[in-house]
């Protein structure tokens, strides 16, 4: 199928992270009929594996097949692919169905032609915690000595431009829960320890977190996402809690976050008690990464073949590539398409960057798998 009648025909399927059976379903049949995928178990639902081809390297190709939920003024329209102005708009038609539809043809197309393995990997619940790729790297499925990981995650989140970009790298992420216990009693009186004025001390005290500064990433950003405490109108509360985001460069371990975030805590002067502990996840931290070298230099050939100088960047947030990198061990690139508000109303994808993507991605593809045979 062509690709753009693919992505259209994935955008058409429901498939929020943690629901993708029907898509899963729709894929693997699809699959089925040249190739021999398996179903590989991660979390509530399962990634769908497929080899082909055999040899020295080899490439990873990884998509995630779920999306956010659908937004709520769209929840008519946003199952219903539509073509308007060179754009294809869909819940998840940049993020991430026209790249997994890349990734599938390119698959297809280069299973008999490349010199090498290809792995494709449709993964799942990537919008919650990366449990697909993860459920990868713990059954082994990323060993075998390959070359390349190759995402096809959209790579101008900004949506300003048409061309696909080279994402070379990424941050990390690293949460961390902070629970303030305080002392319970009638507003009132007003005698206790008011958990969440308590808590505010800890909020500014924030400020003085010491965070990283990488050349490639820039400084890492440590911030409040959420407050939670109280519940009776006439009741200090006697506890709250804060989450503490932190989008990680390189040298900011989550060992580090968590001692800054604990010099900082011993030092606010506060009646109330103060603990901390990283955010309760079905995953590990995802760590930043930066892809250097020869596989770069493949990546940007395959672009100016397109005409296209190649743009290198670093996600300034985080995705599935930190853990091919960092658990799997194997250089990581993201070439995918372009579009706009992603996660949002009005989601699209640039139709002309959807091309652009897959040939970049096929001779990626072929010129790694060449040098290695």
């Known amino acids: 199928m062509e690709t753009l009648a693919l992505t259209k025909k994935l955008v058409s399927i429901p498939s929020i992270s943690g629901e993708e059976n029907s898509i899963q379903d729709y894929l693997f049949d699809l699959l089925s009929n040249n190739f021999s995928p398996r179903r590989v178990r991660a979390g509530k639902s399962y990634n769908i594996v497929c080899d082909s081809g055999n040899g020295k390297g080899g490439v990873l190709l990884n998509s995630h097949i779920d999306t956010?939920?659908?937004?709520?003024?769209?929840?008519?329209?946003?199952?219903?692919?539509?073509?308007?102005?060179?754009?294809?708009?869909?819940?998840?038609?940049?993020?991430?169905?026209?790249?997994?539809?890349?990734?599938?043809?390119?698959?297809?197309?280069?299973?008999?032609?490349?010199?090498?393995?290809?792995?494709?990997?449709?993964?799942?619940?990537?919008?919650?915690?990366?449990?697909?790729?993860?459920?990868?790297?713990?059954?082994?499925?990323?060993?075998?000595?390959?070359?390349?990981?190759?995402?096809?995650?959209?790579?101008?989140?900004?949506?300003?431009?048409?061309?696909?970009?080279?994402?070379?790298?990424?941050?990390?992420?690293?949460?961390?829960?902070?629970?303030?216990?305080?002392?319970?009693?009638?507003?009132?009186?007003?005698?206790?320890?008011?958990?969440?004025?308590?808590?505010?001390?800890?909020?500014?005290?924030?400020r003085r977190i010491r965070t990283k500064k990488n050349p490639e990433m820039g400084r890492g950003s440590a911030n409040i996402g959420s407050i939670t405490g109280g519940n009776y109108s006439l009741s200090q509360p006697a506890e709250s809690s804060f989450r503490l985001n932190w989008s990680t460069v390189l040298g900011e371990t989550p060992d580090y976050c968590m001692g800054e975030m604990r010099r900082v805590l011993s030092d606010v002067r506060s009646p109330a008690e103060f603990t901390a502990e990283f955010i309760k996840r079905p995953t590990p931290p995802c760590l930043p990464f930066l892809t250097k070298g020869p596989i770069v230099e493949f990546a940007k050939a395959a672009f100016r073949e397109e005409g296209i100088a190649p743009k290198t960047l670093v996600f300034g947030s985080v995705f599935d590539g930190s853990i091919t990198a960092n658990l799997g061990k194997i250089p990581t690139l993201c070439i995918g398409p372009a579009g706009k508000n992603i996660h949002g109303a009005g989601?699209?994808?640039?139709?002309?960057?959807?091309?652009?993507?897959?040939?970049?991605?096929?001779?990626?593809?072929?010129?790694?798998?060449?040098?290695?045979?």
Not at 80 to 105: E, M, R, T, W
Not at 112 to 121: N, P, S, T, V, Y
Not at 132 to 147: I, M, N, P, Q, V
Not at 352 to 370: C, D, F, P, Q, W
Request: charged share 25%; glycine share 12%; aromatic share 6%.
């Open 68 to 206: 956010v939920p659908m937004p709520s003024d769209e929840r008519r329209n946003s199952l219903i692919p539509k073509v308007s102005g060179g754009k294809l708009f869909g819940l998840g038609a940049c993020d991430q169905k026209a790249g997994a539809a890349i990734h599938i043809n390119s698959f297809v197309n280069l299973s008999e032609k490349a010199q090498g393995k290809i792995r494709l990997a449709l993964v799942v619940e990537e919008e919650n915690y990366s449990e697909g790729t993860y459920e990868l790297a713990k059954r082994g499925l990323l060993k075998g000595g390959f070359s390349l990981a190759l995402f096809s995650e959209p790579t101008d989140l900004s949506g300003t431009g048409k061309n696909p970009l080279l994402v070379v790298g990424c941050r990390g992420r690293v949460g961390i829960d902070v629970k303030i216990s305080g002392q319970a009693s009638h507003s009132a009186v007003g005698k206790g320890v008011n958990a969440i004025e308590e808590g505010a001390k800890f909020v500014l005290a924030t």
């Open 347 to 373: 989601e699209f994808v640039w139709i002309e960057s959807i091309g652009k993507a897959e040939r970049i991605t096929k001779r990626t593809i072929m010129s790694v798998l060449a040098r290695e045979n």
